[in-house]
């Protein structure tokens, strides 16, 4: 009798790890799905931050400056002789 107890002990633990191990594989699962997506965002966003930097670059260049400041404003650089006054 005592040995059954035992047995019938053993059965009912391993079960719980039994079923404690499938919901341990399955979040790793869900995990590593989850990994995936955000890995994929991260590339994304990452391609997006390099492209808005170059156009940073571009659009902060003192030349496009320059040509947009004369050719739409109307600007002009200052010489000597408009300073001395």
Known sequence: ??????VTSLLIVNSFLIIDLIVVRHSIRATTIEMGGI???LERV????ESLL?????LSSPYRINIIARE?????????KTQER
């Open 46 to 49: 990452t391609m997006k931050n």
């Open 72 to 80: 739409q404003l109307g600007m002009v650089k200052p010489n000597n």
């Open 39 to 41: 890995k994929a965002r």
């Open 54 to 58: 170059l156009e940073k670059a571009h």
């Open 1 to 6: 009798m005592k040995r059954i107890l035992i």
